[in-house]
């Protein structure tokens, strides 16, 4: 069977170039959207380039040109979003319902997926605020996604090694505490923690199969699903230094909030429902799911060990 043409949105992104990346690697005919809004910013020019170089094609569009976008979905099968959805970069997910509508109209698309790759929405309507407007927006798009009939697949991948292993989980960092660090309640909750390029592999693989249309995709390979203390246990192992942890309780940790920026509000917020109510395991796969390391057994996934062994 032929491979799907495949358009990536937001390409140069975090999690949009190794989907890229990822598409070629498997053989799709790979295309990315190419923003007139890209403007004088060579690092993402570069990253398009190097991409063409490698096989992709580049597709002008604009989202402030409807025509534009439906021009592009007709030369494709498959469109993934990847557009930002993190408030500390840039948070564009309403942007998606002009490509819903494009998608809609251009009537040729066998596969559709949003801009998710994160916690499940649909598992959040509890959400606290701020932080739930994420969660509130992912699920508006799913809406016009789903009242349009546009074949779909949503994928929660959970947590995104760079921005919760290398650091242990700790907020306002990227890189391992040397001396401390805080554990959120018993630091015994079950998270998922998942390599990007990893993320992007299970995506690409799901795109043209029967088994994930209309359905999410779980990213919850056995071996990622640790705790806190599991994840500190492991980079201890490694560096052989001992850290000093502080616990802090949840009405601690939420009284942060107070006094607190939008984002920082934001990000305390995802952390509590992830390490204090285990918002990522405390639920079964039901009909509407797959998990993505059964469907696909023979993707070698990274194990949490092996990412935090380039921080040493």
Avoid at 118 to 138: C, I, N, S, W
């Amino acid at each position: 069977m032929a491979k799907s043409r495949v358009l990536v949105v937001g390409g140069t992104g975090y999690i949009g170039r190794r989907l890229v990346k990822a598409s070629l690697a498997e053989g799709h005919p790979t295309y990315i959207l190419r923003r007139p809004e890209i403007g004088l910013d060579i690092d993402k020019l570069q990253i398009l380039m190097e991409f063409k170089r490698q096989g992709a094609r580049l597709i002008e569009g604009s989202f402030s040109d409807h025509r534009s976008l439906v021009e592009a979905v007709k030369q494709v099968d498959v469109v993934i979003c990847a557009m930002s959805g993190v408030h500390f970069r840039s948070h564009n997910l309403l942007l998606q319902l002009k490509l819903v509508d494009a998608i809609k109209e251009a009537g040729n698309i066998k596969r559709f997926l949003p801009s998710e790759f994160g916690l499940d929405p649909a598992q959040m309507e509890h959400a606290l605020e701020p932080g739930r407007v994420t969660f509130d927006e992912k699920m508006i798009v799913r809406k016009a996604i789903e009242e349009a009939k546009i074949p779909h697949t949503y994928v929660s991948a959970n947590c995104f090694g760079g921005y919760f292993v290398g650091n242990l989980s700790q907020m306002e960092t990227l890189l391992p505490p040397k001396h401390k660090v805080l554990i959120y309640g018993d630091g015994n909750v079950k998270a998922v923690f998942m390599d990007e390029d990893d993320i992007a592999t299970y995506t690409i693989k799901s795109i043209d199969d029967p088994r994930t249309l209309n359905k999410t995709l779980y990213l919850r390979p056995p071996e990622n699903i640790l705790s806190q203390r599991e994840l500190i246990e492991k980079w201890e192992k490694l560096s052989g230094n001992t850290l000093e942890k502080i616990t802090i309780s949840k009405e601690d940790f939420l009284a942060q909030m107070k006094g607190a920026d939008f984002v920082t509000q934001v990000g305390i917020g995802h952390f509590y429902h992830i390490f204090y109510e285990g918002c990522l395991t405390n639920f079964e796969i039901g009909e509407d799911g797959e998990e993505a390391s059964k469907l696909y057994p023979e993707v070698e996934y990274t194990r949490m060990h092996d990412y935090l062994k380039r921080y040493l």
